[in-house]
């Protein structure tokens, strides 16, 4: 074939082409893009455009391009810095102000935990757990459920580095919380305010006013409160020391009850010695009775100091609302059979 028939051929040919031709019969096509793919691109483009007018985008030195979108939120009055939210002491406890914000993902997050179906609905349950009673929420199944799972979650992200996922404690370090011994009251009430405020639990060394035999001897009177020393010589010196000499009845004795009974007194913090329910010391794991006593004589002897123990509880109210301390309270009260009022058990 000729290179004069190649052109020819070339010429009369419909589609178009750049006019490119090598070797006499490799030419180039300028076959267009479909129409919906232009379509599409300058699509992108004019997204592009206003995705950098509304929302943050570009940056700019220090800072970056706001965009005009806003969002309203609620957040406490203070002193704002710009557009970012800055914390203050007091903020939990300052008045609440709707502002619009530019729209950051921090915003959105706010805006929605604040305006979306679900949490206005969380906000009317957590707002009629603050107006019921205790006897109240005791009786509302439904209340209960829903402080049980909203506890549940707070218990999980505050509570079980100390207490345990399980809230079983750690004898010595931190309370049992699936018992029934409360070291500073079971109510809804005294959970509330222990949680709110924190608990400092304290016990003066008994060496202070005791000699190591006189301590011994009460180590064994307090072990038979709780049928683990069978009563002897030592044991009723030991109970003399316990209500005279060494004072240890007037934290251990509930005054409201039995005069006689170290069964523990809730105002103070100090446990229960009748039950087999041990904080501190795990006698239940000792076999003899010797092994018992040594295992106490110690708790006796140097007591217990909240600087240098475990037995420190943090206050959370400067972490957690008030309606979050409600919620963790009803549910840690479930979790250990608390003591239900009388009005409630009606």
């Known amino acids: 074939m000729s290179d004069n028939t190649n052109k020819k051929d070339l010429e009369n040919l419909e589609t178009e082409t750049t006019g490119h031709v090598w070797d006499g019969d490799l030419q180039e096509y300028n076959n267009p893009l479909p129409r919906w793919w ?41 002193q704002q810095s ?10 939990d406890n300052a008045p609440m102000e709707k502002v619009k914000v530019h729209w950051t993902t921090r915003s959105r997050l706010v805006h929605e935990l604040q305006s979306s179906p679900e949490a206005l609905k969380r906000h009317e349950h957590f707002s009629e757990l603050m107006e019921k009673t205790e006897a109240e929420i005791i009786n509302d199944p439904n209340m209960i459920k829903f402080a049980q799972n909203a506890g549940k979650t707070l218990f999980a992200d505050n509570c079980a580095t100390c207490h345990g996922p399980q809230a079983e404690g750690v004898i010595g370090m931190y309370p049992n919380l699936n018992d029934d011994n409360w070291l500073w009251g079971g109510t809804l009430a005294r959970i509330e305010e222990t949680i709110t405020k924190g608990r400092r639990g304290n016990m003066p060394a008994g060496k202070l006013t005791m ?49 006689r009974k170290a069964q523990g007194n809730p105002l103070l913090g100090a446990p229960n010695l009748t039950d087999q329910i041990w904080e501190i010391v795990d ?45 963790l309270a009803v549910y ?15």
């Open 38 to 78: 232009l379509y599409a691109f300058y699509g992108t483009i004019i997204f592009a455009i206003g995705y950098w007018i509304l929302f943050p985008t570009w940056p700019m030195g220090d800072g970056y391009t706001k965009g005009i979108y806003k969002v309203e939120i609620e957040r406490p009055v203070v």
């Open 82 to 91: 710009g557009d970012a939210l800055v914390n203050a002491e007091d903020a």
């Open 211 to 259: 000699t190591p035999n006189e301590i011994e001897d009460v180590a064994k009177y307090v072990l038979t409160l709780s049928n683990n020393y069978t009563p002897d010589e030592a044991t009723s010196r030991g109970e003399e020391l316990f209500f005279g000499k060494g004072a240890c009845f007037t934290c251990h004795v509930d005054f409201t009850k039995d005069p």
């Open 283 to 327: 006698i239940n794991s000792k076999n003899t009775p010797e092994e018992k006593v040594a295992a106490i004589i110690p708790q006796i002897r140097d007591g217990v100091d909240p600087a240098t123990t475990h037995r420190v509880m943090p206050a959370w109210e400067s972490r957690l609302t008030p309606e979050q301390i409600r919620a």
């Open 332 to 346: 840690v009260h479930q979790l250990g059979g608390g003591v239900v009022p009388a009005e409630a058990s009606k």
